[in-house]
């Protein structure tokens, strides 16, 4: 007996080392089972990513963004992502140098800034953001995605893996659980690093997790300007916002999106 298979036309970018497969499915012809997004994601055994995501058509937007995790699962907004799908739908023609697009926490606007090669430099507006929880040692924050954010004096001391784990499956962030950030705030930038849920690892970097970083940093700082550069270990981004009292408006993630590659695998 043969076996189906699914020709997939796929393309590889990274956002700071935050890498993603790509799927034009305009056409809306892609369906594809968590399994099969998972096997697509693996590192081994597929093409390798942090996520996969569909760019679907849409009435009222330049374009639709559907993002799964590596386990194969519907995530919530990746802001490093957003900047790859911008640059990717650029390439497609579907937008310009502006664009307005729909995502799961809702509508978001994107500049391009400049494109040189395979890198495209993208400013992506997040959500507003009102509803911070400060706790004695950390903050919780959601940014498109949840995330907890904690400031240490020596990030390389910090067992990233094993203390973010423990943090991401700590009984009360269940059943969702939580991103973790671990923060260290320098005089002139912050070091981000991300436990992501969903990746279940320590990724190179984080949109929501560095842009949650900046906010509560700014809370730090209450002579805050509203702009922060931040270094990850896949590179550096900025996030810039208005910020009144504890409220957070106008909220923009800038940073590159690189195309690595594309090919086309058959997926059973």
């Not at 919530?76 to 023609?93: E, H, W």
Request: contains cysteine; hydrophobic residues 40%.
């Amino acid at each position: 007996m043969s076996l189906m298979f699914m020709e997939i036309k796929f393309y590889k970018y990274h956002g700071t080392g935050n890498d993603f497969i790509l799927i034009d499915n305009r056409k809306g012809l892609f369906n594809l089972q968590n399994d099969q997004i998972a096997l697509l994601c693996d590192r081994r055994f597929g093409i390798g990513a942090d996520g996969l995501m569909l760019l679907s058509a849409s009435k009222d937007f330049d374009f639709e963004m559907k993002y799964f995790n590596a386990n194969g699962l519907e995530g919530t907004m990746c802001g490093n992502g957003g900047r790859c799908i911008i640059a990717f739908a650029k390439s497609l023609g579907i937008i310009d140098n502006q664009s307005k697009f729909r995502a799961i926490d809702g509508t978001h606007e994107s500049k391009i800034l400049s494109e040189s090669g395979n890198e495209t430099y993208i400013s992506l507006k997040m959500k507003d953001v009102d509803n911070i929880k400060i706790y004695d040692d950390y903050f919780l924050i959601n940014t498109g995605s949840p995330h907890y954010i904690k400031f240490v004096n020596d990030i390389e001391q910090i067992d990233i893996y094993n203390e973010g784990k423990r943090i991401r499956w700590d009984n009360k962030f269940q059943p969702e659980g939580t991103n973790v950030n671990f923060v260290e705030l320098k005089e002139d930038h912050l070091i981000v690093r991300t436990y992501e849920r969903g990746v279940e690892n320590v990724t190179l970097s984080c949109g929501t997790g560095v842009t949650a970083s900046a906010l509560a940093a700014s809370l730090i700082q209450k002579n805050s300007t509203g702009y922060f550069n931040i270094k990850t270990n896949g590179g550096n981004l900025t996030v810039r916002f208005i910020k009144k009292l504890e409220k957070f408006t106008d909220i923009w993630l800038e940073g590159a999106a690189v195309k690595i590659f594309e090919g086309v695998i058959e997926v059973k």
